[in-house]
């Protein structure tokens, strides 16, 4: 299963809306498809998304009126896909990327633009896949032999091009003998923890555990889990981590009763251009994912909603970041700044 991919210039990617009920893969040349799908989470989580904005900007230059300057349909497909969801980075940070590598073609014919690009996205792709693999093996040292793990949300294959970030850590553990048990947020309101992390567990025959958010208190006290490990959508200098709103909760469990809390992300998670959580921009979902649960009304019409989907966990909570670079340990600031003097 691979969320995102790239087959014969078209993209190919699961409709995680749809999953767990039908695992069905769309095929798309069209970058507006590509645009909804991410904003209607068809693609969701943030490397994922990355990936899935590299080859979009590839299919946008592509599919545009081609008497339109290649330039001009640069410059729209990247406002697109910049407008579809505000917190996760790595959105930003392949269209910067790829933004770069565009002025760095100019004189060039448009075939060898078009050609440029594809490639630095497969690259892009090729990237995200070795990072989980590395964070994989790192995350997985961390831990001790009959370890249960708590999640939240979905930070798995679903969430990559890869084997995952949070989850990548538990299928190598898993690999190795060392899993008993994975607890699984069910992550309201879209259930990512109860559609997808469920879903990829049972599928990679690991025992998984599924609870409301509101039993993870209760499992911690009980002493059912060892570590927590999350994924995040963005990461500031200081180390403070945005992740699927519910996770700050779960850090101030954990630090209450002991338990060491991971965050396992990529380096193209951590964002330079944001010195601390205050300023990450936290998207607000529509009220309707909380007023209605599978199409049908739950909350009274007229009430009215708050819905962040994301929480900003402080670094100080955090016992290490995960990184393909190497697990990152307090003072954060510092070890951020020099993964990304790496770079
Ligand atoms: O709204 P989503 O489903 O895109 O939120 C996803 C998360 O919060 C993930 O934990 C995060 O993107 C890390 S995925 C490796």
Request: proline share 5%; net charge neutral.
């Amino acid at each position: 299963m691979k969320a995102v991919d790239w087959v014969d210039g078209k993209l190919r990617f699961i409709d995680q809306t749809l999953l767990p009920a039908e695992e069905r893969y769309v095929e798309t040349e069209h970058v507006g498809v590509v645009a909804e799908a991410i904003r209607a989470l068809r693609i969701r989580g943030a490397p994922a998304i990355g990936v899935a904005a590299a080859f979009g900007v590839v299919l946008g230059v592509r599919g545009m009126e081609v008497s339109t300057p290649l330039s001009v349909r640069f410059t729209k497909t990247v406002a697109l896909l910049a407008a579809t969801r505000p917190t996760a980075v790595n959105l930003f940070t392949v269209l910067e990327r790829l933004q770069t590598r565009f002025a760095m073609l100019t004189g060039r014919s448009d075939a060898d633009v078009m050609i440029a690009l594809e490639r630095e996205a497969q690259a892009i792709q090729q990237e995200d896949i070795r990072a989980c693999r590395l964070i994989g093996e790192l995350g997985a040292a961390l831990l001790p032999t009959g370890v249960s793990v708590l999640t939240h949300c979905n930070a798995g294959a679903l969430a990559t091009a890869g084997d995952g970030t949070a989850l990548s850590v538990v299928t190598t553990a898993h690999r190795q003998g060392k899993i008993k048990s994975v607890f699984a947020d069910e992550t309201r309101p879209l259930l990512q923890g109860a559609r997808l992390t469920s879903w990829e567990m049972v599928k990679a025959g690991i025992d998984v555990v599924l609870i409301t958010d509101s039993t993870a208190a209760s499992v911690m006290r009980e002493d059912r889990v060892q570590a927590v490990i999350v994924g995040a959508d963005r990461i500031a200098r200081n180390g403070d981590s945005a992740n699927k709103i519910g996770t700050y909760p779960l850090a101030v469990l954990a630090q209450r009763h002991h338990v060491p809390f991971y965050v396992a992300a990529p380096v193209t998670t951590l964002d330079p251009h944001t010195p601390t959580g205050r300023e990450i921009p936290i998207e607000e979902r529509d009220p309707s994912e909380v007023t209605h649960f599978a199409g049908i009304r739950i909350a009274p019409a007229g009430v009215r909603v708050y819905a962040p989907a994301f929480d900003v966990t402080p670094h100080d909570l955090i016992t290490a970041i995960i990184t393909d670079r190497g697990v990152l340990r307090p003072p954060f600031g510092d070890a951020i700044t020099d993964v990304l003097g790496q770079r």
